[in-house]
């Protein structure tokens, strides 16, 4: 995609709610960022690279996914504008949405919509524009309109899929999403020191088990599954907009030795951290 590296930056470090538009090109390489994605092509087709997976996105159809999973655009038709909305996991763990559906999105689901929704092609672009331009009065309107058209999303494909909903609409409230949200504060904070699962529940004020408990209920991974994610997305930002040795990445985003750096990194991206910069710095570099 264009200004991919800039807009990701702006993902990265800041995790808050976004929308853009602009027109789709093929990425250097995967990227990671913690928030639930919708995305709405308004013409052509596009494929992702999704953990692993190709998927066909067609144009007027809604697709959403957790972005802390690795994806990328292999290939698209020119000239597709595309339209990216970026919730972030909180505000996606707020919605009183079907359990198991927001773990299959949090365990690697990519969700479809079925059919074309006439209305999508002309909602989504405005609320590109009024989240731009508009008052923070409109603002705020777009943020709670996105959240419900989410959360159709999600119950029209349960209902296609024929499976039981447990809605739960005091989920924020819930016991479990305060223990995830507090133990992602701390994940956030202190990615780059050598903690363990126990030393964050111990921060957290919970036994370990309790907190992997939590974990497994609203997301459906472990807390150092989602640790794992964080610091190699962090590090992937760091390859990419910074000129620090990559060894001193692996440092500063967690990762206790550099064979276990280039371990990881390689198992979940398929490349290892130094042919990512390349690749990626290949692709920003402009042509003589």
């Known amino acids: 995609m264009k200004h991919t590296q800039s807009r990701g930056e702006w993902i990265g470090s800041r995790g808050e709610f976004l929308i853009e538009r602009h027109i ?9 960022h913690d928030h639930v994605e919708l995305n709405l092509l308004m013409a052509g087709q596009m494929t992702y690279l999704f953990n692993g997976r190709r998927e066909q996105v067609e144009a007027g159809r809604l697709v959403l996914f957790w972005a802390a999973i690795p994806h990328q ?19 996606f763990l707020g919605l009183p949405v079907d359990r198991k559906a927001r773990q299959s999105i949090m365990q690697g689901r990519f969700l479809a919509q079925g059919n074309q929704e006439t209305m ?3 909602t989504l672009p405005r609320w590109e524009k ?13 943020v709670e309109e996105a959240r419900l058209r989410i959360r159709r999303l999600i119950l029209d494909n349960a209902e296609s899929d024929n499976s039981p909903t447990h809605v739960s609409p005091t989920s924020l409230a819930g016991q479990a999403v305060r223990h995830v949200e507090l133990l992602i504060d701390l994940i956030n904070s202190r990615y780059a020191d050598p903690a363990s699962v126990a030393d964050l529940a111990k921060l957290a004020g919970m036994h370990p088990s309790t907190a992997n408990s939590a974990f497994r209920k609203v997301l459906g991974i472990s807390v150092n599954e989602y640790l794992t994610r964080h610091r190699i997305a962090r590090a992937m930002q760091l390859l990419t907009d910074t000129d620090d040795p990559v060894l001193q990445i692996g440092f500063d985003c967690g990762f206790g030795s550099s064979s276990r750096f280039y371990e990881i990194f390689k198992e979940r991206t398929g490349t290892t951290p130094r042919h990512f910069r390349e690749a990626v710095n290949s692709k920003n570099t ?3």
């Open 24 to 32: 789709a090109d093929a990425m250097a390489a995967p990227h990671w």
């Open 73 to 91: 655009t292999i290939a698209v038709a020119e000239n597709a504008p595309l339209v990216c909305l970026y919730l972030p996991l909180v505000d």
């Open 120 to 122: 999508d092609a002309l």
């Open 130 to 142: 009024e989240w731009q331009g508009g008052s923070a009065a409109r603002r705020k309107l777009v």
């Open 286 to 288: 402009p042509a003589p």
